[in-house]
């Protein structure tokens, strides 16, 4: 006879199952799949993702939940058998309480509207992807609606990325940082720029930032026995378990950066999943059950947080180029032939307001994230028509950014989530930003050997801090609780614009 947590576990182990196949189905449909197998693939998600729904909200499984809650109640509440346990009823209760009608119509439009989209951008058509976008908040709004919230719509939403957060909180943490950042912008400004460099005019073989950017993912970690790199639109990471965490890219042939730093961003998506502790896989600590998908990290933000980490505060150091220029020259070396490892760090480290966000420096990205929510909320609360975005985003870029897009591909058509239904999301890449400092200040000061090590160009110290603080952890333990764990804080901007002061006060002379 298995005992309720046996059941309980294979229960979710199956769950889990037909999560990686829909995230595989996802990850096809970005990557390979031909224009003409949109529609048909909306119908295989829909199937699939009502066959998971079903699965988690049967009777069946209601029954094993109680007999499980039963039999781990004297247990100690920080155990990952009790978290397991605590967590699946709590999404349970939640999802519950959103009609099983919403959730294929939520997983049907998806592929087909992000193929609109795709289209839409690529003509600079805003129009094509209205409808679209007009569905994808209809049925945001109806998501909001079953959940229930107190304040805001989004309060539903972000629930899905960032468990505990509001509207309410993360404007107050966005207008703190707000506070810290504009006069830091409005210092650099006044400074200037170098000329652009003419590193960008040259041609860089698309082979060749292939394998540096692997070259480099591999030292910080990354696993590609249990990992592999495809090019797609728009970049992203994504795990089927642990043992298979596969990242995207697309390149420019002169603009190298562009590849190279989404690369090592995706990276630290990836060795988040891939440092899980394997005792969690197909358990409820590496399922998002709001968002049906299998997923290790606890939140979006702290998942961003160690993208953002290994990109900018390792990727984008003065340390890092240090050790590194010599191997980017041995790939171009014409290219870099008379260039210092000193001119490449203030060459990707410009600092100037510009159209693109995943374009954007460490800076400038924040108010493009600000901006997002600010519209987020308004077309969530009703208070922004969706005919009028192209117009209000132009306004707000003028507000925020000092410069307006010539085109909405340039504007209100380059992001993703919206096509995809992932309202609430934009928020925990800025936050992830606030928590990569907070963390890696935490790492360094617990270890002083870390530095050292990122000096000689070896991250196992690094990795190691972090798998021990966050990555092995799954999601037994929600940001609230795992940053003052690790950090001995909670959620603060402190130290991130410390971080952007001391950097970019050194860049620019301030
Ligand atoms: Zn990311």
């Given at each position: 006879m298995l005992s309720a947590y046996e059941q309980f576990q294979t229960h979710i182990g199956e769950l889990h199952d037909l999560l990686c196949a829909i995230s595989v189905l996802k990850w096809d449909a970005r990557t390979m799949m031909p224009r003409g197998g949109a529609q048909s693939r909306g119908q295989q998600l829909a199937t699939l993702t009502r066959h998971a729904q079903e699965h988690f909200l049967s009777p069946h499984f209601e029954r094993i939940l109680h007999a499980v809650e039963a039999e781990v109640s004297d247990e100690n509440p920080d155990s990952y058998r009790v978290r397991s346990v605590h967590q699946t009823r709590q999404a349970y209760d939640l999802l519950r309480r959103i009609p099983l009608e919403l959730v294929t119509d939520k997983a049907a439009i998806e592929p087909v509207a992000e193929q609109v989209w795709a289209e839409a951008k690529a003509a600079n058509d805003f129009n094509h992807f209205a409808p679209f976008l007009e569905r994808q908040v209809e049925l945001a709004r109806a998501q909001a609606e079953a959940i229930g919230?107190?304040?805001?719509p989004y309060d539903a939403l972000i629930q899905e990325f960032?468990?505990?957060?509001t509207a309410r909180e993360v404007r107050r943490i966005f207008d703190k940082l707000k506070t810290g950042l504009l006069p830091l912008l409005q210092q650099i400004t006044a400074r200037g720029n170098e000329p652009?460099?003419?590193?960008?005019?040259q041609s860089y073989p698309l082979d060749a930032q292939k394998a540096f950017a692997l070259d480099v993912a591999q030292d910080f970690g990354y696993d590609l026995d249990r990992g592999r790199l495809d090019v797609t639109a728009h970049p992203f990471a994504i795990s089927f378990t642990r043992e298979d965490v596969r990242i995207t890219n697309r390149y420019d042939e002169h603009f190298w950066p562009k590849a190279f730093f989404s690369t090592l961003h995706e990276t630290g998506h990836a060795l988040y999943e891939q440092y899980i502790d394997p005792a969690l896989t197909r358990t409820a600590l590496t399922i998002d059950f709001l968002g049906k998908y299998p997923m290790g990290g606890t939140s979006s933000a702290v998942h961003e947080s160690q993208s953002r980490l290994w990109e900018n505060?390792?990727?984008?150091s003065h340390t890092f180029w240090q050790v590194y220029f010599p191997r980017l020259q041995s790939y171009f070396p014409q290219q870099f032939a008379s260039t210092t490892a000193d001119q490449l760090y203030r060459a990707v480290n410009r600092v100037q307001p510009s159209l693109i966000r995943v374009e954007a420096d460490e800076i400038t990205y924040n108010l493009h994230i600000m901006l997002r929510v600010e519209l987020e909320l308004g077309l969530l609360d009703g208070s922004i028509r969706v005919a009028d975005l192209p117009e209000v985003w132009r306004v707000k870029m003028q507000e925020y950014l000092g410069i307006v897009p010539p085109t909405d591909t340039l504007g209100c058509l380059q992001d993703v989530h919206w096509a995809s239904g992932a309202f609430g999301s934009f928020a925990s890449y800025t936050l992830g930003n606030i928590l990569s400092a907070q963390f890696f200040l935490a790492a360094l000061q617990s270890q002083p050997e870390i530095e050292a090590g990122l000096r000689r160009g070896e991250y196992h110290l690094l990795l190691e801090w972090l798998t021990e603080h966050i990555y092995e952890h799954g999601r037994a333990y929600p940001m609230q609780e795992l940053l003052p764990r690790a950090t001995g804080h909670g959620l603060t901007v402190e130290p991130y614009l410390a971080y952007l002061h001391a950097k970019f006060g050194g860049l620019y002379g301030l």
């Open positions: 919230y107190d304040e805001h960032d468990p505990g957060m652009e460099p003419t590193l960008w005019q505060l390792i990727g984008r």
